[in-house]
């Protein structure tokens, strides 16, 4: 049974769409980037050709060999074995601290494409609309006034009004004080 709940759960998570939609966003976002990078690469390209065709390369060539010679030379074969223990152990760890950012970052992601998909839907105006309802209270409905006012004017206009209609309690409370008054409702 825990199966098919990991099952139902997977199939129904909108976390990966969201990632996949927070993704395509960021990438549109990046695109437009572009071409102002490529400008700048155009704009330095000529300046970086030149220093590397005034670079001499039998000089490029001695540094690379003093720096390895260095590197080399550095080794004691005593300590490899230590180092290589320390080198795995801080492998093991830098890649469970990769694990944790991966995580924390596919969840930022994975918000942003949320928030990207309510926009696509027109869902964040009504997020906004909920919360000014929320905030900002609604205003009390005013009391009825008493229609008797108007129902006089009409009167001495000479039209006539419409037969108002009174809840079922009130006419049967005004037949009763009227049957103990004597008078027909």
């Given at each position: 049974m825990a199966i098919a709940d990991d099952l139902k759960k997977t199939l129904t998570d909108p976390t990966p769409l969201y990632f996949a939609a927070g993704t395509a966003d960021l990438a549109v976002q990046q695109a437009k980037k572009v071409?102002?990078?490529?400008?700048?690469?155009?704009?330095?390209?000529?300046?970086?050709?030149?220093a590397v065709k005034n670079t001499d390369p039998k000089a490029v060539q001695e540094a690379v060999t003093a720096k390895v010679t260095e590197v080399l030379g550095s080794i004691d074969p005593k300590k490899l074995g230590e180092?290589?223990?320390?080198?795995?152990?801080?492998?093991v760890g830098v890649a469970a601290e990769y694990a944790v950012r991966a995580k924390e970052t596919y969840d930022k992601v994975a918000e942003h494409g949320e928030q990207t998909v309510r926009a696509w839907r027109g869902e964040v105006a009504e997020e906004i609309v909920d919360i000014a309802g929320a905030v900002e209270p609604e205003p009390a409905p005013e009391p009825a006034q008493e229609p008797a006012p108007a129902e006089a004017s009409a009167e001495s206009a000479g039209e006539e009004k419409p037969a108002a209609k009174k809840p079922a309690a009130r006419r049967t409370a005004a037949k009763k004080a009227a049957a103990e008054t004597g008078e027909e409702a």
């Open positions: 071409p102002a990078l490529i400008e700048q690469l155009r704009a330095d390209a000529p300046a970086r050709i030149e180092t290589a223990q320390d080198l795995a152990l801080r492998g």
